[in-house]
C-alpha cells in the first residue's frame, strides 16, 4: 500500500546514457513534484506539475524533463547524462486545493554516474 | 545565497531529554513552516508545521516555537526516544508548494 514509489531505487549507468526514473501515487493528489538531494544534502524543486500547469525550476538544464501519462503518475527523463547528474532524486505528491499542504515523498532514487 | 539555514549538522541528546533543534530564516515574506523527519534509505516524513500568524504549534511530543522578529523557528521533542533518530529538515513556503525552501537537515541521535 506505497502511497508514493519511486522505481529503481538505485540507478548506476554511464555519462552520455539517456535515463528515466518512474513514480506513481496512489493517493489521489492532483500535484506531483520532483526533487533533487544535492551532495550538500540540500532538496531542491526542480518540477511542480499538476494536470493544469508545469513549472519548471528554471535552472534545471533542459535534459531533464518530467512525462505525465496520468493524474498518478509522473516520470522523470533525463538525457545524455553528466557526473554532475549524479545525486538522489524524490518525487512527491499533493493533494488538490489545499494550500501549502505537506508533501508525500517517494523513497527516493539514487542516480550515479560514472 | 541559502534562505533557510539549520546551523547544526547533527545534534546528540541522551534519551527522555528534551532535543532542540533550530533553524533560521532570512526571507521575512516566507509566511508558513514546516519540519520534515527523513530515516536513511527513504523520504521526508511530514511532521509539523506552522503559519506565521501562530508563535506556537504543538503535537503529541513535537512543539514548534516561531519567532518572526528573529526570523527562527526551532523544534522541540520532549521526551526524546531512540525512534526519533534521524535527518530533520526544516523548510519555509511564499505562496504555494513550489516555492517551499529547505534547509540542509540536522542529524539528531538519540543515545541509549
Known amino acids: 500500500d506505497t502511497a508514493v514509489s519511486q522505481t529503481p531505487k538505485y540507478l548506476v549507468t554511464q555519462m552520455g546514457n539517456d535515463k528515466s526514473i518512474k513514480c506513481e501515487q496512489n493517493?489521489?493528489?492532483?500535484?506531483m513534484y520532483w526533487y533533487k538531494q544535492d551532495s550538500k544534502k540540500f532538496l531542491k524543486i526542480m518540477f511542480s506539475y499538476n494536470n493544469k500547469e508545469l513549472i519548471i525550476n528554471e535552472t534545471v538544464p533542459n535534459r531533464f524533463s518530467p512525462k505525465s501519462p496520468d493524474k498518478a503518475h509522473l516520470n522523470l527523463h533525463i538525457n545524455s547524462l553528466e557526473l554532475g547528474d549524479s545525486a538522489v532524486y524524490f518525487c512527491a505528491s499533493t493533494p488538490p486545493g489545499q494550500y501549502n499542504s505537506p508533501l508525500h515523498f517517494g523513497n527516493g532514487t539514487r542516480l550515479t554516474v560514472t | 545565497d541559502q534562505q533557510v539555514k539549520q546551523n547544526s549538522p547533527s545534534l546528540s541528546v541522551q534519551e527522555g531529554r528534551i532535543s532542540i533543534l533550530n533553524c533560521d530564516y532570512t526571507n521575512s515574506m516566507f509566511d508558513y513552516f514546516l519540519w520534515y523527519k527523513k530515516y536513511p534509505a527513504e523520504g521526508p516524513t511530514f511532521l509539523i508545521s506552522?503559519?506565521?500568524i501562530k508563535d506556537k504549534n504543538e503535537d503529541g511530543r513535537f512543539t514548534v516555537f516561531l519567532n518572526k522578529s528573529a526570523k527562527h523557528l526551532s523544534l522541540h521533542i520532549v521526551p526524546s526516544q531512540p525512534g526519533d533518530s534521524a535527518v530533520y529538515f526544516c523548510a519555509a513556503s511564499g505562496a504555494s508548494n513550489y516555492q517551499l525552501i529547505w534547509g540542509a537537515g540536522t542529524k539528531l541521535i538519540i543515545k541509549p
Open positions: 506552522i503559519s506565521s
Open positions: 493517493l489521489g493528489h492532483d500535484t
